[in-house]
Structures are given as structure tokens and as C-alpha cells.
């Protein structure tokens, strides 16, 4: 009886500790997700500036780009070439986050920038499009750094109250 | 894809749907008419009708459907592919060219900037017109137009609506292909207004032949410059020369040896000939006008402006 109370302590404290790890890493990928993002808009705001390119083309070249947003925008470009679809970009957008994974490791906030950005897309000329691009950019490199200087405390955080909650329970339990 | 389908592309919402559920002939379809809160018109086949909710043509106004402004917002977000900024230049000019080479007339409000037509919003108005080209437009005027297997330098005049582009696009057609009077030449053709070859993401929508460059949107003068020095063509084709700099443009590809076919707004011969520029450099002239009977009549004249041949 007592061998099974142990083994299933240690279970609880590694399942713990291990949720714990996953979410440090979920913090690390949320970094590597803005970063391809951020990657993404430069090449949106090259396309529109130099070569005056439409969002349907952008979104199909970051696809064939191989960037971790690569299926969103696949997704947007197909949708867009769409000659039967009588949404407009907004819709498309909104509906391309509800359906891939990438947009959900964002945090709230930046969900709610990045459809903001979606819905704006490719509705006003030139110029006021770049500064609305770079806008953007700007608020994700904001994000970036905030996260990049905080990530090792943030990690470390998220694996210690794992394995803490681990503790926590096992001592409830016995 | 067909004619119908490259129309409801960009025709959303009831429009849309109104026009691929129409039992007509979609070849003889000419013009698409929205405007907010006034019946939907198309042209078809010379004349005019209102689309009916039930899907049918009538002449009856109170049948027709009625455009919202829903209908024109939407159709002019799928003609500009969600990309308004991307077709900044085609809105200065009023028009936006689709695939097929159907060409989208709009008007709205113009934003004025330093006396010129910054960019144009509240767009309205939306007229699609339904390209139709005319192989074989030009066998009546090619003979004319050849010494040899060289091409004489040319220009066709004509007032607006009377089809010099339509010729244009058929001499070069012609000559890119080859034809029974000379053998396939290389054709560069400067397409400012996207009117000559209608280039939709850079792939000509008309046939404007096998041998043929394009420079599509380009100004003319510096078009004619860079297709002498990057594609060597033989003969240069361009829409709608009349600055002193498009004539020294095309000057200098007389003189780097390509033959040039131009076309003018105009009437008559005399007109032209006050312009000592214009009237020394072409070999032949071709007048297109309509006589006093409204039938179109076409004349070629040489270099001393003798005419040589034509008729209705």
C-alpha cells in the first residue's frame, strides 16, 4: 500500500513539474511566434512599399516562405482568390485565427492587435497602410523585448510553481 | 476562365448573384452599370435593359433591381482585391483593369492635391466594360503598311470611340504573329492605360501575338526607351503619343532602327500635317472616322499625305 502511495506521489509532483515545464515553453514559443510575425510584416510592408503588391500575393508569398504563420496566411490567400466568398477580409481574418494554432499562442492582447491589423488590411492608400504596418511592427517589437527580458525569470517561474503545486498536493494528499 | 466568370468575380453580393443566374448569351454582354440606389443596367448586344430580381432582362424600371451601397462597397473591395493602396494609380485614372482585360470605370470623389487628382474616395459608380477584341480589324489597312518585309512607321488617327486601339491591337497581332504579307516580327508594345494588351498581373488578357514584349503602365517615352535597349524589338507600339516627349522618344527608336506604329487623336489629315514633327517622321497615316452617315471609314494616306487607299 505504501509503494503505491509513493509511486502515485511521484507521478502527481513529475506530472506537476512537467505542466509546469510546458507552460515555460509555451512562454519561449509565444517569443518565437512574434518574431515570425514580426518577419512577416516586414515583408508585407517591402511588398507594398516597393512593388505596390496585394494582400492576396503577400499572404501567398509568406506562405511559400516557410514561416510559422505560413497556413494562416495560406489560408488568407486562398480565401481571398476565393471568387465565390462574399466576406470581406475582416471575416477572413477573424475565421483564420479561429482555425490554426499559431494565433492562439498569442497572449489576449496581442489576439485582439493582430485582428485589429486584419481588419484594416489593404482598406486605405499606400502610405497610410506602410504607417499602419510599422505601427504594428513597432508594438510587436515593444512586445518582444518585454518578453525577451523577462523570459528566463518567466520560465523559471512557470517550472517551479509546477513542481511547487506538485508538492502542495502530494502533501494534501498524504 | 470565361467571360461570365471573370465578370461575377468582382460582381458580390446580389449583383453578382442576379448576373450568373441571367439565361443570356454572355458573349454578346457589353456593360455592367452600378450606381447606389438606382436599378441595375447591363448592355447587351447593342442595347440597354435593367436586371429583375427574378433574374431576368426587362425594360420595366419598376422590376429592376435596385443597387445598395453595399453592392458597390463590396464589388470595388473584390475588384481592388482587398488591396485599395495597390491600385492607386489605376483610381487617378478611373479605371482598374480585371482579368480578361475587362476594363472597370469608377468614379467617386476626387481628392485634389496641387490642382491634380491626388486619389479618388467615395467610389459610386462602377461601370464594367466587357472587352471584346476584333481579329482581322487590320487586313484591309496591312497591305499598306509594308515595304517589303519592313514596316513603314505609322500612325493612326482617329477621334475617340472610332477603334484606333482596337487596330492597333490587331496590326500587332498581325505582325507579331506573321501573316501572309510579312514574317513574324519581334513587337514591343508601351501599354500606359493597360488599353493595348490589358495586362492583368503582368500576363497580357488580349492576344496581342507570339513575338510581343510588353511594357505594361509605363510611361510612353520612357517605355519606348527601355524596350529599344532591353528586347531589340523590330517594331515599337504605342497608344496615344501627342507631348514633345513621347515624339523624341519615338524619334530616337526610328533612329535605333525599329519601325514605330503609333496612334493620335484626331480627324483629319490636315490637322496633322500642321505639325511638322509628327507629319515628317511616319510613312503612312491611317484615318479612322465615321461619315456623315455614322459608318466608319477608314483611309491611308503616305508620307507627302497622298491618300492611297481606304474606304467604308
Redesign the interface.
Known sequence: MAEIKLIGMALIMVSAGAIGCIFGERAKREIKILLSLSRCLMMFESE?RYC?????EICARICAGGEMWSDFFGYISDE?AD?NS?T??GMIWEKGMKLFDISKGLSIEDKEEFLRFGRE??????E??LGRINMYNDYIKGRLSYLEKNINERVRLCRLLGVTAGVFITILMV | MDKL?EI??IL??MP?DLIRGLDINFTLLQEVRLRPFRPLIIKYNGKEYFVSVRKKLTEDINDAYIVTGNDIR?TF?AL???????F?EEMRQGYITIAGGHRVGIAGKAVIENAKIK?MKYISFINIRVAGERHGCADRVLPYLFDGNNMFHTLIISPPGAGKTTLLRDIVRQVSNGCALVCGKNVGVVDERSEIAACYHGIPQNDVGIRTDVIDGCPKAEGMMMLVRSMSPDVIAVDEIGTAKDMEAVSYAMTCGCSVIATLHGNEIKNIRNNKNIISVFGRYVILKFNEYGKRQILIYDQRGVQMGGGD
Not at chain 1, 505596390?52 to 492576396?56: A, D, H, P
Not at chain 1, 488590411?121 to 499606400?126: P, Y
Not at chain 2, 481592388?80 to 495597390?86: D, G, H, I, Q, V
Open positions: 507594398i505596390g503588391t496585394t494582400v492576396n481571398l471568387n462574399n470581406d477580409i488590411l489593404g482598406s486605405s492608400d499606400r497610410s497602410e | 466568370d461575377c468575380r458580390r453580393d453578382g463590396n473591395l481592388s482585391e482587398f488591396s485599395t493602396y495597390a492607386e486619389n
